[in-house]
């Protein structure tokens, strides 16, 4: 021990450090680790490489990262935190992922979810309608448009013909009317 009151000796890096730098531990009779919160962290996160290592796992090593910034994951870029979503479970109060990567991995989750396709599905779709809505064929195709009923894609559409489609209920016998009172063919009655 050191001349300092409260002070106690790492036996890692035999440092003589305030008692509020080492852990508690009941079992010893200072109640405290015999090694400082530091060194502990330290070992834990090597030893945690090893076993990944052992495992046959992804090793990542810890990346320098200035501060008010955070690595991310996934796409592999520093960013500052005003490009991360806020997450009060998290150690740092940050999200996993990067808006970024977020959106994009959103976008292929909706996409998934709802119509059972991928991206790359999807602008193949586009490629086959030359970039166009199936229905106006002016408006750039940007909504997948399916079958309610059975879930199954038709195509992707413009917004405005995507919801024209959705508002008459998806329905033949409706979307028939339409055409004829738009042509001027229809059943006027008698009021």
Not at 5 to 31: S, V
Not at 100 to 109: E, L, S, T, W
Request: charged share 30%; proline share 4%.
């Amino acid at each position: 021990m050191s001349g300092e009151p409260n002070a106690k000796r790492c036996t890692r890096c035999e440092r003589d450090l305030p008692a509020a730098a080492f852990a508690r531990d009941r079992n010893r009779r200072d109640g405290l680790q015999v090694r400082c919160r530091g060194c502990v962290a330290e070992y834990s996160a090597a030893h945690y490489r090893r076993r990944r290592a052992a495992m046959g796992k992804r090793v990542r090593e810890k990346a320098d990262v200035p501060a008010g910034h955070k690595l991310c994951r996934t796409c592999g870029e520093v960013k500052p935190h005003s490009e991360w979503h806020r997450n009060a479970t998290a150690s740092d109060g940050l999200a996993t992922r990067c808006k970024a990567c977020r959106v994009v991995q959103g976008r292929q989750g909706h996409l998934k979810r709802h119509y059972g396709i991928t991206e790359a599905e999807r602008d193949e779709m586009i490629a086959a309608q030359g970039g166009l809505c199936a229905i106006c064929l002016k408006a750039p195709a940007a909504h997948v448009d399916h079958c309610h009923t059975t879930g199954k894609v038709r195509g992707v559409l413009c917004f405005n013909c995507n919801s024209a489609i959705g508002k008459l209920g998806d329905d033949p016998d409706v979307i028939r009317r339409a055409i004829a009172y738009v042509e001027g063919n229809s059943w006027k009655p008698t009021l």
